[in-house]
């Protein structure tokens, strides 16, 4: 049976973001924020970061359960390219003590939290920051896909009892053309380890708006004629039944069979908490 | 409370693959007096787990008011101390600015969960029965095995099907709603045995007893931890356990002398002892008259094992001949294992001895053969199933170290031929002894994800040597 491995310091789980950083990122986002699509983006960028780097933390010790790569494209003309600065600027795939250990800066918020005695007490919400936003240029999505099907067969190849990559793309879905990125990403989904075939999740940062949408199992759930959430609900990974079981755990108590890896406007890091990096505790 | 007996509690505890012991969220704690043991298992994407696991452990064991059952019916309040002295532990780490922010948690991962087991053995009551009561939430397991049985009884979960990646808790902080957790109550006796196991080990307890290998059984002689560790190293090796921390404490009853009921007062025993060899699915062979005893509990075993590697294969329809209830362990079978010919008529077998073909010199028997000796005379060598864990390469050669330890379960052997995918269950040729081997290439199991077929050289007494 596919999908059964758990992400552990044996057995380490991959990640690949893409991060969207064309043009057309500097409109306005249609969710609430009130923030440009790119600066949606890197929020949710460093959001799956912040929440890959705090499940991978167990007390004190941070377990390399996963490797990470951040790729961008847009900015760079018609090439993607490592979106890491600073420390990581030089390594493509990184390993979690890596990527917890080198952010950029960490950015605080005041936050009231209760003191058990019915009164509160204000502390420091710490938001890593790796990426900071950025837009220009076009939107080479394909080409995203394709630096990704090198660093996933790279890393498989060392990784083989692994559970398969997953490439989450942080993106308005606009990719300068929907035929090379659709087959791109087709390529790329046919690479594996013994565990299953790569998982190709996206997260629709969009000016449209529709109320958010989270992991749909069929194309009518998305908003009406917005084809570009079409083209990446077409592109998106039906989640497995771990990742399935795990979504009950995590609030989606009706999810829909068929399922898949989809969010539309809505926060990218809940389909981090869908992955078996260890026991999860039911909430209820 | 008064020490009302003397109950050898031992623990061992590994952690996952490629993870250090200081990295394991299990916790497990037992009262001075050995009347109370617990175990928590933390859930590792949650905060700071291994602080309220052993907050968990620590206070149950130190509560030794009342009965459980007073717990379990208002255990909101039993746990709300324990909250709350984690909770001032979460507030000392937040307001320290030197932590780092993935050990400080987030808005939303801001409390630690855990699984749980406490057991509490009472002491005689006034009718002088010795009632041991237990209160579990989650995948942690307890495991009664009566004195003179080999059937546990699990708690909460008993049915390996019932685990997955996402458990009930009790949390560490009271706005997070805690599951309800199960309580159970039983009567013990000297010489019963409770395991409890955190999950990986308490699912593998339950799939070996629904596949009647009762390898589990080894778990009530660990002595080690030593011993222990190469047991779970052995079954991750096989495929069998999931990678995950992997703890056990497992308490014997030994009733203090003043505690023991005298004769005249001892209640008929609760129920018939069971007997682990009236299996419905116990396999059959031997059955030959002047058989040892040894080599017929050999056989026995074996067979489990056979079983299961070939179960897709075997034929189940003709009901197994039940074995009345014997003392001891003297399997009367009487038929073949692929249940072909007529059980009322024995096939006559004979139990040859074999040895060793790697030296002429050597008289060493390395294990028994259920042929007919014309059957064996064209062959030199014998298919085994053998884990990963017992052959070790030899430099750049294609030769190998095949290690039998001398606890492990008996190997079978199978007749040679050209793919192991050919065997057929009546290929069964007998059964392979602890020792060491010189083998050739092994050939990689296709239903078994670690172990490997490898051919192994033998001779008969009378082919030379």
Request: aromatic share 8%; net charge negative.
């Given at each position: 049976m596919s999908y059964t491995q758990s992400l552990s310091s044996e057995n380490p789980?991959?990640?690949?973001?893409?991060?969207?950083?064309?043009?057309?990122?500097?409109?306005?986002?249609?969710?609430?924020?009130?923030?440009?699509?790119?600066?949606?983006?890197?929020?949710?960028?460093?959001?799956?970061?912040?929440?890959?780097?705090?499940?991978?933390t167990a007390g004190q010790v941070i377990k390399n359960r996963c490797d990470i790569s951040v790729l961008s494209y847009g900015a760079s003309g018609n090439q993607a390219k490592s979106a890491f600065a600073g420390n990581l600027a030089s390594k493509p795939v990184v390993t979690m003590q890596e990527l917890v250990n080198?952010?950029?800066?960490?950015?605080?918020?005041?936050?009231?939290?209760?003191?058990?005695?019915?009164?509160?007490?204000?502390?420091?919400?710490?938001?890593?920051?790796?990426?900071?936003?950025?837009?220009?240029?076009g939107t080479p999505m394909a080409a995203a896909f394709e630096m990704a099907y090198n660093l996933v067969d790279s890393w498989t190849q060392n990784h083989k009892a692994s559970f398969p990559p997953i490439v989450i793309n942080i993106t308005d879905g606009e990719p300068d053309s929907q035929s090379d990125a659709l087959s791109a990403a087709s390529k790329l989904s046919k690479l594996g380890t013994s565990d299953g075939t790569t998982l190709i999740l996206n997260a629709h940062i969009s000016?449209?708006?529709?109320?958010?949408?989270?992991?749909?199992?069929?194309?009518?759930?998305?908003?009406?004629?917005?084809?570009?959430?079409?083209?990446?609900?077409?592109?998106?990974?039906?989640?497995?039944?771990?990742?399935?079981e795990r979504a009950g755990a995590v609030g989606y108590n009706n999810l829909d069979p068929g399922a898949r890896g989809f969010v539309y406007n809505a926060d990218a890091e809940t389909m981090i908490q869908l992955l078996d990096v260890g026991t999860k505790a039911n909430l209820q | 409370m008064q020490n009302h007996n003397q109950n050898d509690i031992v623990h061992f505890t590994m952690p996952k693959i490629g993870e250090q012991e200081t990295d394991i969220q299990d916790f497990c704690s037992r009262s001075t007096d050995g009347s109370l043991a617990a175990i928590a298992d933390g859930a590792s994407t949650s905060l700071w787990p291994r602080e309220w696991a052993n907050i968990l452990v620590e206070k149950f064991c130190c509560h030794n008011q009342g009965s459980i059952a007073s717990i379990h019916e208002r255990w909101e309040d039993w746990l709300h101390p324990l909250q709350e002295e984690w909770r001032q532990h979460s507030l000392k780490m937040k307001k320290d600015p030197t932590i780092p922010w993935n050990v400080q948690g987030s808005r939303e991962k801001d409390h630690g969960s855990a699984t749980f087991v406490g057991l509490k053995l009472q002491p005689p009551n006034q009718a002088g029965e010795k009632i041991w009561e237990a209160l579990a939430v989650g995948d942690s397991c307890l495991?009664?095995?009566?004195?003179?049985?080999?059937?546990?009884?699990a708690f909460p979960l008993d049915k390996s099907e019932q685990f997955t990646t996402v458990t009930n808790c009790f949390h560490s902080l009271p706005e997070y709603k805690s599951y309800q957790p199960a309580y159970k109550h039983g009567l013990y006796e000297e010489g019963d045995i409770f395991f409890l196991a955190t999950d990986a080990l308490a699912e593998w307890i339950l799939n070996d007893c629904e596949n009647l290998t009762d390898r589990w059984k080894k778990l009530t002689s660990v002595a080690t931890q030593a011993e222990f560790t190469n047991f779970i190293n052995q079954l991750r090796d096989d495929g069998l356990i999931k990678n995950d921390d992997t703890t056990l404490l497992r308490l014997k009853v030994v009733i203090s002398e003043g505690n023991k009921?005298?004769?005249?007062?001892?209640?008929?025993?609760?129920?018939?002892?069971?007997?682990?060899y009236n299996n419905p699915l116990l396999l059959i062979i031997a059955g030959v008259l002047g058989i040892t005893f040894m080599i017929g509990a050999v056989i026995y075993i074996s067979n489990f094992n056979n079983k299961q590697s070939y179960s897709p294969n075997l034929h189940q329809n003709d009901p197994p001949n039940k074995v009345t209830t014997p003392e001891k362990p003297t399997p009367i079978v009487n038929t073949t294992p692929t249940s072909t010919s007529n059980n009322s008529n024995p096939p006559n077998y004979q139990i040859l001895p074999i040895y060793s073909a790697e030296s002429n010199n050597t008289q060493r028997t390395i294990g028994f053969v259920l042929k007919k000796a014309s059957e064996l005379e064209s062959l030199q060598q014998l298919w085994v199933h053998v884990p990963k864990a017992y052959l070790e390469k030899i430099g750049e050669t294609d030769k190998f170290i095949m290690t039998i330890p001398i606890d492990a379960t008996p190997l079978a052997l199978y007749i040679d031929k050209p793919e192991p995918q050919d065997l057929l269950p009546q290929d069964f040729a007998g059964y392979l002894l602890p020792g060491k081997y010189l083998v050739f290439k092994p050939t990689e199991s296709r239903t078994f994800k670690y172990p490997r077929w490898v051919k192994v050289n033998f001779r008969l007494e009378n082919k030379g040597g």
């Amino acid at each position: 049976m596919s999908y059964t491995q758990s992400l552990s310091s044996e057995n380490p789980g991959y990640i690949l973001i893409l991060i969207d950083q064309s043009g057309s990122m500097s409109s306005n986002f249609g969710g609430k924020s009130g923030d440009s699509k790119a600066q949606e983006c890197a929020k949710a960028v460093n959001r799956v970061l912040r929440e890959i780097g705090l499940t991978c933390t167990a007390g004190q010790v941070i377990k390399n359960r996963c490797d990470i790569s951040v790729l961008s494209y847009g900015a760079s003309g018609n090439q993607a390219k490592s979106a890491f600065a600073g420390n990581l600027a030089s390594k493509p795939v990184v390993t979690m003590q890596e990527l917890v250990n080198n952010c950029l800066r960490v950015d605080t918020v005041k936050m009231k939290v209760s003191d058990g005695a019915g009164g509160s007490v204000e502390v420091d919400e710490q938001f890593p920051i790796w990426i900071d936003p950025v837009n220009s240029g076009g939107t080479p999505m394909a080409a995203a896909f394709e630096m990704a099907y090198n660093l996933v067969d790279s890393w498989t190849q060392n990784h083989k009892a692994s559970f398969p990559p997953i490439v989450i793309n942080i993106t308005d879905g606009e990719p300068d053309s929907q035929s090379d990125a659709l087959s791109a990403a087709s390529k790329l989904s046919k690479l594996g380890t013994s565990d299953g075939t790569t998982l190709i999740l996206n997260a629709h940062i969009s000016a449209g708006k529709a109320a958010r949408v989270e992991l749909p199992s069929s194309s009518t759930q998305l908003p009406p004629g917005d084809s570009n959430a079409k083209f990446l609900f077409d592109i998106s990974s039906e989640l497995p039944p771990v990742m399935f079981e795990r979504a009950g755990a995590v609030g989606y108590n009706n999810l829909d069979p068929g399922a898949r890896g989809f969010v539309y406007n809505a926060d990218a890091e809940t389909m981090i908490q869908l992955l078996d990096v260890g026991t999860k505790a039911n909430l209820q | 409370m008064q020490n009302h007996n003397q109950n050898d509690i031992v623990h061992f505890t590994m952690p996952k693959i490629g993870e250090q012991e200081t990295d394991i969220q299990d916790f497990c704690s037992r009262s001075t007096d050995g009347s109370l043991a617990a175990i928590a298992d933390g859930a590792s994407t949650s905060l700071w787990p291994r602080e309220w696991a052993n907050i968990l452990v620590e206070k149950f064991c130190c509560h030794n008011q009342g009965s459980i059952a007073s717990i379990h019916e208002r255990w909101e309040d039993w746990l709300h101390p324990l909250q709350e002295e984690w909770r001032q532990h979460s507030l000392k780490m937040k307001k320290d600015p030197t932590i780092p922010w993935n050990v400080q948690g987030s808005r939303e991962k801001d409390h630690g969960s855990a699984t749980f087991v406490g057991l509490k053995l009472q002491p005689p009551n006034q009718a002088g029965e010795k009632i041991w009561e237990a209160l579990a939430v989650g995948d942690s397991c307890l495991f009664q095995i009566k004195a003179n049985s080999y059937e546990p009884v699990a708690f909460p979960l008993d049915k390996s099907e019932q685990f997955t990646t996402v458990t009930n808790c009790f949390h560490s902080l009271p706005e997070y709603k805690s599951y309800q957790p199960a309580y159970k109550h039983g009567l013990y006796e000297e010489g019963d045995i409770f395991f409890l196991a955190t999950d990986a080990l308490a699912e593998w307890i339950l799939n070996d007893c629904e596949n009647l290998t009762d390898r589990w059984k080894k778990l009530t002689s660990v002595a080690t931890q030593a011993e222990f560790t190469n047991f779970i190293n052995q079954l991750r090796d096989d495929g069998l356990i999931k990678n995950d921390d992997t703890t056990l404490l497992r308490l014997k009853v030994v009733i203090s002398e003043g505690n023991k009921p005298k004769l005249s007062d001892q209640n008929p025993p609760k129920s018939e002892p069971s007997n682990p060899y009236n299996n419905p699915l116990l396999l059959i062979i031997a059955g030959v008259l002047g058989i040892t005893f040894m080599i017929g509990a050999v056989i026995y075993i074996s067979n489990f094992n056979n079983k299961q590697s070939y179960s897709p294969n075997l034929h189940q329809n003709d009901p197994p001949n039940k074995v009345t209830t014997p003392e001891k362990p003297t399997p009367i079978v009487n038929t073949t294992p692929t249940s072909t010919s007529n059980n009322s008529n024995p096939p006559n077998y004979q139990i040859l001895p074999i040895y060793s073909a790697e030296s002429n010199n050597t008289q060493r028997t390395i294990g028994f053969v259920l042929k007919k000796a014309s059957e064996l005379e064209s062959l030199q060598q014998l298919w085994v199933h053998v884990p990963k864990a017992y052959l070790e390469k030899i430099g750049e050669t294609d030769k190998f170290i095949m290690t039998i330890p001398i606890d492990a379960t008996p190997l079978a052997l199978y007749i040679d031929k050209p793919e192991p995918q050919d065997l057929l269950p009546q290929d069964f040729a007998g059964y392979l002894l602890p020792g060491k081997y010189l083998v050739f290439k092994p050939t990689e199991s296709r239903t078994f994800k670690y172990p490997r077929w490898v051919k192994v050289n033998f001779r008969l007494e009378n082919k030379g040597g």
